[in-house]
């Protein structure tokens, strides 16, 4: 029976679990069984039974009884006793290498910060909404189109809201929201540019915004009442009660302030200052768009919102759904030019959510996430890096300790928890840091990215809570190469040799995390440089006229020709001429021009309106 | 619950005593398995012998290598004074019910 031997895999499988416990009579029991068998039948079959044998024992009892005392004078367990020595021993040599210590609580800090604003930001955006008592019941319908790449929008035709409401019988409220109200608004003389919306008189029902003055039930009953912001309040009328004050919108009439609204939370999706009903809309004889006809159905004009019943079935945003595409299949079927199809979309997925046009407020999609918390990582890691080379170059201090801890019965595991539990008290400590930078460039990133208006980064409870989480997980990130490196040295070589304990495993790694984290800093050199240069390029660019002392000023609905005449007394002002857009910045008008060769042939073309004088004045 | 026994442990407990000095995993295994004709696992009887061993029914202690073992060592098992005691208890019990139900045994057969 020479040659043949055991299934080497499963010795190795008995090896590896039962790892150094007493299990040398039980591995000769079956290994001695194996032999007996191969006399009895085929080499196959006596290898199938070895494998049993080996399954049999590694989950018996007797097996896991020998691992628990394996080693009389050790204690694989963690008691409580042994952390607090773990601690102890982490800060002592914390404030011993104090130079070690800055520079890695620095390192860590600065890479951290960035990580807290992305922590914040996402919690913020996640709370998106949160605050509307029926936000599980609250659905948006959005139109995919044929135009614009098949974009998505927000928005959706008219006469979509009012079929759902007369032919859908499921659906508690059909909200409807027209943003055209943006311009003027004019009391007592004084003409201030706000922004609102036309919404259905139920709206206050369906979204929780609360009132401070008014009934929520009649606030918008009559068409030419009018809600307004606690903030518009005051911007209007200062100190002095809103309450019936007639508001003047230039082109939509007088409107009475019938309520006044608790100010919007940050969080909502939908920010405004005024509210007027619909109708107002409807019966305004500049609006006549918003009359719904079966020709309206190629315009997508207004936001519809719906509210579903307090116990709607499961499957019911599906069946709107159907029905959506019943409606769209029958309106679009002879128009070619323009189709459309619509789908729900759930309040939660709003914000933050994909990226649609015509957004209502503004949006916060997934992708821009997913870049920040790339570049976040970017950060992140060279700073745990960082720290693991310093830490393992720094073994030699510590090799004697770890020697000693494993002579007198210290395992790998309760030495590799040592030095994690010592980077977790670092990555505290740089967690404290990181906060006073987070709160230092908060103000500076805020403006950045978005209207600061619109952001809160307040940090709540919940947030430094993740932020306590997040320090922690570093401190796993980090510590995990020196405490692997740290738990494998050999208790003698770490004992006896002065200069050197290097175990050549941990150089490989040492030199690979060197590598990378260079590479990833050098990139970054790199890519700002680019950065600032194509700054100053595009700075610097000569566009062929004068930028300077030319002020561009959107005029955000305000009357052209007062503006003239105000801005005009002005003596430093020397000229002023308009446009239809502001040049480069926003999407200009399209014309389409017949080509001079043949009749048929049409080309667009952008286009920009101007006065005589814009020419000259720049 | 104190000395309760179970039938396996009581059938590995009198193996023991049977092989006397050569009771070792493999052994004990082959004399179950041919006196009684049903084959038992080698874990669960090692997870036996642990609890008797725990019980403080038998002590062991490590043999010389040997060849047709890898080299290794077998574990030896012997029974205690405790063992012996909880063995003779199991009998004292078993041949007073079958002294009371001789006659409807009787009976039956």
């Not at chain 1, 019941?137 to 409401?165: C, D, H, M």
């Not at chain 1, 194509?534 to 002020?551: K, M, V």
């Not at chain 2, 038992?40 to 012998?49: A, F, M, P, V, Y």
Request: contains cysteine; aromatic residues 10%; charged residues 20%.
């Amino acid at each position: 029976m020479k040659g043949i031997e055991p299934p080497r895999l499963a010795q190795k499988i008995f090896e590896w679990f039962c790892s150094d416990a007493a299990v040398e009579d039980l591995r000769g029991d079956i290994e001695e069984l194996f032999y007996v068998n191969l006399g009895k039948m085929s080499v196959r079959k006596a290898k199938s039974l070895y494998w049993l044998h080996t399954l049999s024992l590694v989950t018996s009892y007797a097996v896991r009884k020998r691992k628990r005392r394996k080693n009389k004078f050790s204690s694989t367990e963690y008691t409580m006793d042994m952390l607090k020595s773990y601690f102890l021993i982490a800060t002592r040599s914390l404030a011993k290498h104090k130079f070690f210590t800055i520079i890695n609580v620095l390192g860590l800090a600065t890479g951290m910060s960035i990580s807290l604003l992305l922590i914040t930001l996402i919690t913020f955006v996640t709370t998106y909404d949160d605050f509307h008592v029926n936000k599980d019941r609250i659905y948006r319908v959005i139109s995919k189109t044929n135009v614009l790449n098949n974009r998505e929008f927000a928005r959706t035709p008219l006469p979509l809201a009012e079929n759902l409401q007369s032919e859908y019988p499921g659906i508690e409220e059909v909200i409807r929201i027209s943003s055209d109200l943006s311009g003027e608004a004019e009391f007592d003389g004084k003409q201030i540019p706000m922004e609102g919306f036309f919404v259905d008189s139920h709206f206050l029902n369906v979204f929780s915004f609360p009132l401070l003055k008014g009934n929520i039930t009649t606030a918008l009953e009559k068409p030419q009442s009018m809600i307004i912001t606690e903030e518009g309040a005051q911007r209007m009328f200062g100190t002095e009660d809103p309450m019936g004050k007639v508001i003047n919108l230039k082109k939509f009439g007088d409107f009475e302030v019938t309520g006044v609204l608790k100010q919007l939370p940050k969080n909502s999706h939908i920010q405004f200052e005024l509210l007027v009903p619909f109708q107002a809309l409807e019966i305004s004889k500049s609006s006549q768009k918003f009359i719904a006809s079966d020709e309206k159905w190629s315009d997508l004009n207004i936001y519809t919102y719906l509210l579903l019943p307090k116990t709607f079935s499961e499957d019911e945003p599906e069946r709107i759904g159907t029905f959506l595409d019943k409606i769209a299949k029958k309106v679009y079927s002879k128009n070619s030019e323009f189709v459309a199809s619509f789908k729900l979309q759930p309040l939660s997925d709003i914000v933050p959510g994909n990226d649609l046009a015509l957004e209502i407020g503004q949006s916060w999609d997934t992708l821009s996430f997913i870049v920040f918390g790339i570049l976040t990582l970017l950060i992140l890691l060279p700073a745990c890096f960082n720290y693991a080379n310093i830490s393992i170059s720094r073994a030699l201090k510590r090799s004697k300790e770890i020697g000693l801890r494993k002579v007198v019965g210290g395992q790998r595991n309760q030495i590799f928890l040592q030095f994690i539990l010592e980077t977790v008290i670092v990555t505290l400590l740089a967690l404290g840091l990181a906060y006073v930078f987070f709160v230092i460039i908060r103000n500076e990133f805020i403006p950045v990215v978005v209207d600061s208006l619109i952001l809160d980064l307040t940090p709540r409870a919940i947030t430094i809570l993740y932020f306590v989480g997040f320090a922690i997980f570093v401190g796993f990130v980090a510590g995990a190469v020196p405490a692997l490196f740290f738990a494998k040295l050999n208790p003698i070589q770490a004992l006896k040799s002065k200069s050197s304990s290097k175990a050549s495993g941990g150089s490989m790694i040492r030199k690979a995390l060197i590598v990378g984290q260079f590479a990833l800093s050098l990139g970054f050199i790199m890519a700002v440089t680019i950065t600032i240069k194509q700054h100053a390029a595009t700075l610097n660019y000569n566009f062929g006229f004068d930028q300077e002392n030319i002020l561009d000023v959107e005029l955000q609905g305000v009357d052209p020709n007062i503006f003239r005449n105000e801005f005009s007394k002005l003596s430093s002002v020397q000229s002023i001429s308009m446009s239809s857009n502001i040049m480069g910045a926003s999407n200009p008008t399209r014309v389409w021009i017949q080509k001079p060769e043949g009749k048929d042939s049409t080309d667009v073309c952008k286009c920009l309106l101007i006065t005589t004088t814009y020419l000259t004045s720049i | 619950m104190i000395g309760y026994m179970g039938e396996f442990e009581e059938l590995v407990l009198l193996t023991i005593a049977v092989l006397n000095e050569s009771a070792y995993g493999v052994s004990i295994k082959e004399d179950i398995e041919q006196r009684t004709d049903r084959s038992i696992s080698i874990g669960s009887l090692h997870s036996t012998i642990t609890r008797l061993e725990e019980k403080g029914f038998i002590t062991s202690w490590l043999g010389d290598p040997t060849q047709e073992r890898g080299g290794r060592r077998k574990r030896y098992f012997q029974l205690t004074n405790q063992g012996k005691v909880a063995l003779r208890n199991v009998k004292t019990l078993r041949d007073e019910l079958w002294n009371l139900s001789k006659v409807t045994l009787a009976f039956s057969a």
